[in-house]
């Protein structure tokens, strides 16, 4: 057993947890980074990189069934899924690789391989169970990442199950897959399947689907799977998952049963921070494993830190990348960075919905006065040239004073176009100075102009 002795150890190395380790070994501090599976944790292994690959795919396979409509002719469409998959994974196996590269042969950053754990700590200095290694470590961050949740649901340990990470490994295309669940997840990858030539059925326990969303916007989502030959069953509540030949079926509260090959999980995550020994520092997770933070995303414990999925609140990528700039800063920095931040989000839908800030909903329930300016893309130039007239936009700003307090941008390119709005939230903009800028035409830029002049004019 090898006692290792650190300024820093990281835990987990996921979208905060790599580039932290690099920024404090460049700027010549010792640093750990602990990691129990693969580098690039869920976003490269099996979350954006792979998942944005595969909906690239089905998006390629609904557009040249639209061709007709633009005066081309495809005759036949063909899927070949091994195909679409082996390229995905490709692009995993890249990423990864590269970053395996930049740590080969390094002892700073030291990277061990291996589950750690907590274990307490003695004379300032945390201790860490890594493997056949101790670390003592004057601060640790934690970056473990969420998995997929597992709702009590009977029969589930006994049906075809996929999950946010296992579906990378499919081979085959699934017959007919399940969603549990009509969140993020399900909305991006049932499309995704249903492009790729699977039979799909979604069911949602709730009133809607996204149902962090405006009920207009969730609505068009709906739509929107439903055209493409999503089944969505809404408000329903499945009592118990059987096996059935090489499929399976879920029996609904009421008597219905759903039948399909597969089940994919989608009922939400939850944070990886059992087993990590949290209570030997005396720190209790909240809902769904979450480990609490303040704006220096400290965890409650002096020198203990928490980054990314596992501190809650906003679970992106770039949410967790963003951690990295807070924790850099409170390392090496003036130590003033917080998590006071606009994060803007997308679902890699068709069309796609670009969301920063309140919704309408949220600002209302908030006690906001607010207005709220809307534009559809059927009326948008560029939209019609391109026959991508779906979706619209809808912003919403203070009544009183204009200020932008968030928008969703549902359209072709919406994670693109709504960052638009995050520039102006960040920079504090009105609707009036949003309107001072010109917009290229014919671009999805005048929409969003559009939806801020219906705001100052309507
Ligand atoms: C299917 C899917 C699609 C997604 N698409 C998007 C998207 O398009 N855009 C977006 O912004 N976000 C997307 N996300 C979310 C995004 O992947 C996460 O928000 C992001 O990866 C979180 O990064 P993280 O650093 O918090 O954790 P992770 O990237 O999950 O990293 C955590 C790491 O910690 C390791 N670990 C855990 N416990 C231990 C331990 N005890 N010891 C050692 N190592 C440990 C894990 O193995 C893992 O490598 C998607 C997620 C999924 C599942
Ligand atoms: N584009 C992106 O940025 C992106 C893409 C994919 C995933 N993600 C990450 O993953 C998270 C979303 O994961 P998700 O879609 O699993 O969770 P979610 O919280 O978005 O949705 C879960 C849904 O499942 C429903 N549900 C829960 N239990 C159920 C049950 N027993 N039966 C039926 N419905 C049930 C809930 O009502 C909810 O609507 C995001 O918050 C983000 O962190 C992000």
């Known amino acids: 057993m090898a006692e290792i002795r650190t300024e820093t150890a990281i835990v987990g190395a996921g979208q905060a947890g790599v580039p932290l380790a690099r920024a404090l070994a460049e700027a010549g501090r010792l640093v750990v980074l602990v990691e129990r599976r693969h580098l690039g944790g869920s976003c490269v292994n099996f979350g954006c990189t792979p998942s944005k690959a595969v909906i690239a795919s089905a998006r390629l396979a609904a557009a040249a069934r639209r061709a007709?409509?633009?005066?081309?002719g495809i005759p036949s469409v063909a899927v070949d899924f091994a195909a679409v998959m082996a390229r995905a994974r490709r692009l995993?196996?890249?990423?990864?690789g590269s970053l395996e590269e930049s740590f080969r042969g390094r002892d700073n950053p030291r990277l061990l391989c291996a589950e750690a754990r907590l274990e307490g700590r003695r004379d300032g200095l945390f201790r860490l169970r890594a493997g056949g290694d101790v670390v003592l470590a004057e601060r640790v961050v934690l970056d473990t990442g969420t998995r997929s949740a597992r709702p009590p649901l009977p029969g589930l340990n006994s049906v075809p199950l996929v999950d946010s990470e296992s579906w990378v490994g499919l081979e085959a295309l699934p017959g007919h897959l399940v969603f549990l669940g009509g969140g993020t997840i399900a909305l991006e990858m049932a499309q995704c399947f249903r492009r790729l030539g699977a039979e799909v059925t979604v069911l949602e326990q709730g009133e809607r689907l996204a149902e962090h969303e405006d009920p207009?916007?969730?609505e068009a989502?709906?739509?929107?799977?439903?055209a493409d030959g999503v089944e969505v069953r809404l408000g329903v509540e499945a009592v118990r998952a059987v096996p059935?030949?090489?499929?399976?079926?879920?029996?609904?509260r009421g008597g219905e049963v759903v039948e399909g090959t597969h089940l994919f999980l989608a009922a939400g995550r939850e944070a990886n921070s059992d087993g990590l020994g949290l209570e030997t520092l005396g720190v209790v997770p909240g809902k769904r494993g979450v480990v609490a933070v303040d704006g220096g995303l400290c965890a409650g414990v002096p020198g203990l830190y928490a980054a990314g999925d596992l501190r809650g609140g906003a679970q992106f990528t770039h949410a967790a990348y963003d951690d990295f700039r807070v924790l850099r800063d409170r390392f090496l920095g003036d130590g003033t960075a917080t998590t006071e931040r606009v994060v803007p989000y997308a679902?890699?839908?068709e069309p796609e919905l670009g969301r920063v800030g309140l919704s309408e909903t949220q600002?209302?329930?908030a006690g906001r006065a607010v207005r709220v300016g809307r534009y559809r893309m059927r009326d948008s130039g560029k939209a019609r040239e391109i026959g991508r007239t779906e979706g619209f936009v809808k912003v919403v700003a203070d009544a009183g004073t204009g200020e932008i307090l968030g928008?969703?941008?549902?359209?072709?390119?919406?994670?693109?176009?709504?960052q638009l709005f995050t520039q102006a939230m960040v920079a504090g903009a009105t609707a009036r100075e949003m309107l001072r800028a010109i917009a290229i035409h014919p671009t999805f830029g005048e929409a969003a102009k559009n939806a801020v002049a219906a705001l100052v004019d309507g």
Do not use: K, N
């Not at 989502?221 to 439903?226: F, G, I, K």
């Open 68 to 72: 007709g409509a633009m005066g081309v």
């Open 92 to 96: 995993v196996a890249e990423s990864r």
């Open 216 to 218: 207009d916007v969730a």
């Open 221 to 226: 989502l709906c739509d929107a799977l439903e």
């Open 244 to 252: 059935e030949g090489e499929g399976l079926r879920v029996h609904l």
């Open 347 to 349: 679902i890699f839908t």
């Open 363 to 365: 600002a209302r329930a």
């Open 407 to 418: 928008a969703a941008v549902l359209c072709a390119e919406g994670a693109e176009v709504v």
